[in-house]
C-alpha cells in the first residue's frame, strides 16, 4: 500500500524559508515522478512543483509562475523522499501543502492533480507578515 507522508510545515515570518519533506513507501519511488500542491482554505488545490522520475538521464523538474525562482523541488532515490526547499516566503503561500506521486513511463512531469494517484495527508505551511 503506497504512503506518502509529509513533514517540515509551520510557522514562518514573510522572507522566511523552510523545508518540506515528503517519505515514500510501498512503491518503487524511482519509477514515480514526484508533485507538490497547496490548497488555501477556499481555494482549489493548485501545482506547485514536479519532477520527473528516474532512469533517463537528467531530472526534470517543473513550478508554477508564482514559485519559480524561490521553490526547488529534489529527490533522493536512495531514501525514498522528495524535498521542497521553500525560500522567500509571502502570505500567498500560505497552504496545505500535498506531496503526490504518479507512476510514469518516461521524463514527463505532470503539473496537474487529476494526473496523481498517489497523496499525502498534507502539511500546514503558515506565512506571517
Known amino acids: 500500500q503506497v504512503q506518502l507522508v509529509e513533514s517540515g510545515g509551520g510557522l514562518v515570518q514573510a522572507g522566511g524559508s523552510l523545508r518540506l519533506s515528503c517519505a515514500a513507501s510501498?512503491?518503487?519511488?524511482?519509477?514515480?515522478?514526484m508533485g507538490w500542491f497547496r490548497q488555501a482554505p477556499e481555494k482549489e488545490r493548485e501545482f506547485v512543483a514536479a519532477i520527473s522520475r528516474s532512469g533517463f538521464g537528467t531530472l526534470y523538474t517543473t513550478y508554477a509562475d508564482s514559485v519559480k525562482s524561490r521553490f526547488t523541488i529534489s529527490r533522493d532515490n536512495a531514501k525514498n523522499s522528495v524535498t521542497l526547499q521553500m525560500n522567500s516566503l509571502k502570505r500567498d503561500d500560505t497552504a496545505v501543502y500535498y506531496c503526490?506521486?504518479?507512476?510514469?513511463?518516461?521524463?514527463?512531469?505532470?503539473?496537474?492533480?487529476?494526473?496523481?494517484?498517489?497523496w499525502g495527508q498534507g502539511t500546514q505551511v503558515t506565512v506571517s507578515s
Open positions: 510501498g512503491l518503487t519511488f524511482s519509477n514515480y515522478a
Open positions: 503526490a506521486a504518479k507512476r510514469t513511463y518516461s521524463a514527463v512531469v505532470p503539473d496537474t492533480v487529476l494526473e496523481y494517484n498517489y
